[in-house]
Each structure stands twice: as structure tokens, then as C-alpha cells.
């Protein structure tokens, strides 16, 4: 069955420090893979998506991901955290042989301490 | 260009009543999706449609979730009755057909069921 996992639901990082979220697909066919970020009582805003023209895919706000076929991984990065980096991440994925459902990971909330 | 439009914000009910919410699309799009966000969780997706078809309703309880889209524009997803389990933020997105484009999201609508 095609599904996405995001390890760890709370992520804690100092202000300036590296920041990596972790998002694992599982599907036998290649996925189209998204991180959207979700604000305190906002909507979900686009960061980034895979478009396999370059498995390294910079986004909005200094971050970016890196698409690994081999380990079905599209982790997200940002070298140094800022306070305004405090949010909720989600991993999503869809498939062209689901006519492209869009299915969410369980998210992982960013915590930035001074 | 305007964004999805959803309404209303806020919505509390009792157990047992009926709820609706609407949900305006970007312009031009053709497919319209309804999630369900319980807090802490992921978004689950409950509907897709593409124009004014039904793509996938797996996920949505059809015994008390109803949802439509007619002529392909608006959408309206309807709980009767509703229990307090269904208290969670209702995010409508839409976006344009085909692979990898961005599925842009509403404020959604906050219901807690009383």
C-alpha cells in the first residue's frame, strides 16, 4: 500500500542550529513529494516539491530537501534555524496511478529555542 | 490571484445537529479536495473531485459526511448528525489536474462538537 511516514512528531532545535525532518515514502512506483508548512491557525503553504529535474530541491525560507530513491526518503533541511521557523511541517506525496490523491504525513513540530 | 475561500471560520455545534461548510476554489482549477484535521494529526483526505466528479471518497463516512460540487466550481461538505469525534479544522484545497502541481489550501473551518 502506497503511505508516507514522518519520523518523529516533535523536533527541537536551538536557534542557528541545523534542522532536519524526516519523511519516508513507501510505494513501488516513484511518488510526486511535497512539504508543505502549517503556521498557528493558518492554512498549509507550499515549502517545496520534487520535480526530478535535481534530486536537490530548494524551497522558500532557506530550506530545501533531498528526493533519495534509494532509501525512498525526501528529508527536509535548513542549515540554521530561525525563531520564525516554529511551525508544524507536513510531508505529502501523490501518485499518478491514484490519480493523484494527495495524502498527508503526521507532521512534525518545529520547536526553536533561543 | 484570490486563494481558496472557506466558510465559515468557526463553528460550534451539539451533537447531533447538522453542519456545512462551503469552500470557494482557486479559479481555473479543477480539482477540489476536502481534509479532515483532527489536532495533532496529519490532514486525512475525506473527497477529491476533478470538475464535478468524484475521484476518491475511501476515506469519507458516507453514513453522515455528504459532500458536492456542482458546474465544477463550489463545493459544499455536509455532517449529519455530527458526534464529537468529528471536531477537527476542515481544510478545503484546490489545484490545477495532473503531476506534481500544488494543491493550494484554504484557512479551513474549526468545528467542535458539543
Known amino acids: 500500500a502506497q503511505s508516507v511516514t514522518q519520523l518523529g512528531s516533535h523536533v527541537s532545535v536551538s536557534e542557528g542550529a541545523l534542522v532536519l525532518l524526516r519523511c519516508n515514502y513507501s510505494?513501488?512506483?516513484?511518488?510526486?513529494l511535497f512539504w508543505y508548512v502549517q503556521y498557528p491557525n493558518q492554512g498549509l503553504q507550499l515549502l517545496l516539491k520534487?520535480?526530478?529535474?535535481?534530486?536537490l530541491v530548494k524551497g522558500i525560507n532557506g530550506f530545501e530537501a533531498e528526493f533519495k530513491k534509494s532509501e525512498t526518503s525526501f528529508h527536509l533541511t535548513k542549515p540554521s534555524a530561525h525563531m520564525s521557523d516554529a511551525a508544524e511541517y507536513f510531508c505529502?506525496?501523490?501518485?499518478?496511478?491514484?490519480?493523484?490523491?494527495?495524502?498527508f504525513g503526521s507532521g512534525t513540530r518545529l520547536l526553536v529555542r533561543p | 490571484e484570490a486563494g481558496v475561500a472557506q466558510s465559515p471560520r468557526y463553528k460550534i455545534i451539539e451533537k447531533r445537529q447538522s453542519v456545512a461548510f462551503w469552500c470557494n476554489p482557486i479559479?481555473?482549477?479543477?480539482?477540489l479536495y476536502w481534509y479532515q484535521q483532527i489536532l495533532g494529526q496529519g490532514p486525512k483526505l475525506l473527497i477529491q473531485f476533478q470538475n464535478n466528479g468524484v475521484v476518491d471518497d475511501s476515506q469519507l463516512p458516507k453514513d453522515r459526511f455528504s459532500a458536492e460540487r456542482l458546474k465544477g466550481v463550489d463545493s459544499t461538505l455536509k455532517i449529519q448528525p455530527a458526534k464529537l469525534e468529528d471536531s477537527a479544522v476542515y481544510l478545503c484545497a484546490s489545484s490545477s489536474w495532473g503531476p506534481n502541481t500544488e494543491a493550494f489550501f484554504g484557512q479551513g473551518t474549526r468545528l467542535t462538537v458539543v
Open positions: 505529502a506525496v501523490s501518485w499518478m496511478d491514484s490519480s493523484y490523491k494527495l495524502i
Open positions: 479559479s481555473g482549477h479543477a480539482t
Open positions: 520534487y520535480t526530478s529535474a535535481a534530486t
Open positions: 510505494s513501488s512506483v516513484p511518488p510526486y
